[in-house]
């Protein structure tokens, strides 16, 4: 069996955070000055050691937890510590997101119990300092006994977007690995349904000329001209197969630039890009150039929020449309070839490109012909 080695990385951080917080709760105790005091602080060791196990542990959860509530409980009930839920609210969260919904509300029907049980006694033993409401009352700051309050729900809502970011990541590498066996497939095809073919035909041929050169026939030199022809149509096939692999695609465009644009916190729509992913490769990859030019102008000017992409095909042109809701001030900047960088590679394929503002902010479009 395999052992796992301890790995830094693997620590899992959104448990132990919280713990930066502890010395201040053992810091109630010191100097220890009776039995009681010593007592809490060793109650506050086995809270530590119980935290670590329910974290490191996960088969040992449905002892772990419970416990873990239990010594909480007891500071709460018996010691009046209402922080010390805390740490036990946004660990526990962390380790029950996903499970079913009634473990969810068994933690959170346990701990507001415990809390309500604490509160109520608070109340009856001292009455008077509720409602003085000085500095030193057990009630003198009111958001320290709110945070107690809300923290299992913030805290498990928190757990969630974590887990549903982390669950975005996750598929978008799945994605790019389907996306990377899909390439090789189309390749696949291309090389049987092209190169295998022709392979076969010079295969054919070379076997006739073999069987005309035994008899001495002056077909031989036809049949060997065929066959070179066909070898060198092969070798354009070839080279223009690898030239289509270098070039970008949309789909690559975008997927890369949604990245960058998340980055800098600007939403990324589209319209239209299930059909644009097939238009022809090299009306693609001239468009996959200006997308990149137009969206990292987005990024560094336009101070925009979201951008909206159509991709359109209709009277025999193709036609892509980059919307921002930006406040770009100029178009043309010193020193800057981005624009004319644009114009020029649409134009170079007998193109049209357009920039202007608009309602919204600034509207990019650019057109190119069918072949």
Not at 28 to 35: E, G, H, M, N, V
Not at 48 to 58: F, T
Not at 186 to 209: N, P
Not at 285 to 309: G, M
Request: proline content about 3%; hydrophobic content about 45%; overall charge neutral.
């Amino acid at each position: 069996m395999v052992k796992n080695k301890w790995n830094f990385r693997n620590v899992k951080w959104e448990y132990y955070i919280w713990l930066l917080y502890m010395p201040y709760n053992i810091s109630f105790y010191l100097p220890i000055k009776s039995a009681t005091d010593a007592f809490w602080i060793v109650m506050c060791l086995g809270f530590l050691a119980d935290y670590i196990w329910a974290a490191e542990k996960p088969e040992w959860q449905k002892v772990s937890i419970p416990l873990e509530i239990l010594i909480t409980g007891i500071f709460t009930i018996f010691n009046f510590n209402f922080y010390m839920m805390v740490f036990t609210a946004w660990q526990v969260a962390f380790l029950i997101v996903g499970r079913p919904k009634k473990y969810v509300m068994a933690f959170l029907g346990a701990y507001y119990t415990i809390l309500i049980i604490g509160l109520v006694e608070v109340i009856e033993l001292f009455p008077t300092q509720i409602t003085t409401n000085t500095s030193g009352g057990i009630f003198g700051n009111i958001m320290g006994l709110a945070f107690p309050i809300i923290s299992p729900i913030m805290s498990y809502a928190f757990a969630v977007s974590i887990r549903y970011r982390r669950k975005m990541r996750q598929d978008n590498r799945r994605l790019e690995t389907i996306v990377r066996r899909g390439e090789r497939e189309r390749i696949a095809r291309d090389l049987h349904d092209t190169l295998g073919q022709s392979f076969s035909m010079i295969t054919v041929k070379t076997e006739l000329a073999k069987k005309l050169l035994e008899k001495g026939s002056d077909q031989v030199g036809r049949e060997l001209e065929d066959i070179a022809t066909t070898s060198r149509a092969n070798l354009q096939l070839v080279r223009q197969i690898v030239n289509d692999l270098h070039q970008q695609s949309l789909s690559e465009a975008l997927f890369i630039q949604s990245k960058n644009l998340t980055d800098a916190n600007i939403f990324m729509m589209t319209e239209g890009e299930n059909e644009a992913i097939n238009w022809p490769t090299e009306v693609q990859n001239e468009f996959a150039a200006v997308i990149i030019e137009a969206i990292t102008n987005i990024i560094r000017h336009a101070q925009a929020r979201t951008v909206q992409i159509r991709f359109m095909h209709a009277e025999g042109r193709y036609r892509i449309e980059v919307q921002d809701d930006g406040h770009a001030q100029t178009f043309i900047r010193q020193g800057s070839n981005g624009i004319s960088g644009m114009q020029a590679r649409m134009r170079a394929k007998h193109g049209e490109f357009d920039i202007q503002q608009n309602k919204i902010g600034t509207q990019v479009s650019f057109n190119l012909p069918e072949e």
